[in-house]
């Protein structure tokens, strides 16, 4: 008690920690529990430190600056920093040719931007956009004005960390290394056009029409990119860094995820931009979806062309990294995925996951296959018996010991029936060792012990000891129907 007081004697705002004592082997350790605080705490001396790693390599206290405190609070969703208002920007600052270009994008949308703001004046939009404060007059410039509309040199001036950099890497070598200072949408526009001019696509027939398969998603790395530089932290030096390697493209920002986003529940989590204000504009000119899905669709696109999956794994608390896997397509695969889309069985990001993950591994358990979507294990399940009943997928076993698998007619679809064909042979002469084993330790062996055993059906295993009993491996020594039980035929 004597502690749990001194720490809340000592913090401001005061902080109700727990503390217990654990029982390490022959040593009793005092634990103390502190709770998650949203916002930075400090002593009573107005000191504000941080716990990390210090230059021996071992923890210790460090001190917690104020850009880092705020980086903290716009983790957790406490700080606008695009709603900052600038002190030295004024209405001179931002570039009336920026206004139309955010009217382009809203009016190029395809019906994602908000229609409804392109009849507005320059100033209203801005208003409406919160990108200034206004009453009759302009009183200040928000960070988000000078984001999205200011002009280059003011931009430079007032906001010194925003910068982009797009390289394009052979290797060692930098062929291209430019960096950027412009307006947001102008960036966007920029990258848009030099992505489009190096990236490759071919067609695949299926069917009678031509599907293109490009060797990345104009809809991923639109997102990806939309992504970097909404959820960036402007508090941070640092550029938005947008590189074009032989086979991949990276696309990495200052600032690590949001607070309650990470790598296990990328997938399902809410929304949460560090950067409200700016994640709203992007979506009101058409930029990003307006369900803040993105992810989602940098994943489902990826997939659908037969690519790698998305990789955020290199991330960690300074920065986000997302990895988009170039290289030949799984043209078999792309292909599979139009099939069932041009017969109206459209499948979703988890099918993809699913199929895609059985395509590399040859098979998955319910947990894996839980932990790969991010859901429940009932939800898993479900996914997972929706693909056999679509003839996708099959499944072999039952309870804990069910396994999901590609099925014979999707391994054909997928170029892999020699391989399906060779697994099945395994499979069968390990299912036969197991109940040799089991008849040879037991002496007896029966319908409901190969089911368990081998992790097949009821059926399954029926016809498997039919199979064994025809060659001679096995004799029928009691019982009869459902209650029959095999013994060895040498015997």
Known sequence: MRIQALVAHRTRPSLSARV????????????????HARSPVGTTDGKYLRRALGGDGKP???????????????????????ARAIPDAGWDDLDPLEFERFRR??????????????????????????????DHAVLSV????????????????????????FQVLNG?????????????????????????????????????????????????????VANALIHRDYTRRGAVHVQWHDDR?????????????????????????RNPLLADAFKRAGVVERTARGIDTIFLEQLRNGRAVPSYARSNETGVTLVLPGGKANLDFARLEAEESQAQRALGLDDLLLLNQLRVDRRLRTVE?????????????????????????????????????????TCRRLGEKAWSMRQRALDLVQ??????????????????????????????????????????????????TKGVRYGSALK
Not at 64 to 74: P, V
Request: charged share 25%.
């Open 20 to 35: 217990q004592i654990v029982r390490l082997g022959d040593q009793d350790v005092i634990a103390v529990e502190v709770p």
């Open 369 to 409: 296959a839980a932990r790969l979507i991010q859901k429940p294990e009932t939800e898993a399940r479900s996914r997972l018996q929706r693909l056999v009943e679509a003839e996708l997928a099959e499944a072999r076993g039952e309870g804990n010991r069910r396994s999901w698998h590609l099925s014979a007619a």
């Open 431 to 480: 299912q036969e060792q197991l109940v040799f084993q089991y008849v040879a330790e037991h002496g007896s062996i029966g319908r409901s012990e190969v089911a368990k055993h081998c992790r097949l059906s009821p059926p399954q295993a029926y016809r498997l000891l039919k199979r064994l009993e025809r060659l001679g491996k096995l004799r029928q020594i009691s019982g009869s």
């Open 172 to 224: 060692l070598e930098v062929w291209v290394n430019d960096f950027l200072r412009w307006p947001l949408l102008r960036v966007m526009d920029e990258l848009l056009a030099r992505f489009r001019s190096l990236n490759r696509e071919m067609e695949l027939l299926v069917g009678m029409l031509r599907v293109a398969v490009p060797d990345y998603s104009p809809a991923a790395f639109r997102e990806g």
């Open 105 to 134: 994008f809203v009016r190029e949308g395809q019906g994602r931007g908000d229609v409804s703001l392109l009849d507005l004046p320059d100033v209203e939009l801005a208003k409406a956009m919160g990108a200034i404060q206004a």
């Open 142 to 165: 928000r960070a988000l004005g000078l984001l999205l509309f200011g002009r280059e040199e003011s931009l430079r001036r007032l906001l010194p960390v925003h910068e982009v950099a």
């Open 60 to 82: 210790a206290c460090l001190p917690l600056h104020f850009h880092e405190m705020q980086g903290l609070q716009g983790d957790r969703g406490l700080l606008d920093d695009s």
């Open 249 to 273: 493209v990276e696309m990495s920002n200052p600032g690590g995820f949001p607070d309650g986003l990470r790598l296990d529940n990328l997938l399902v989590t809410q929304p949460r931009p």
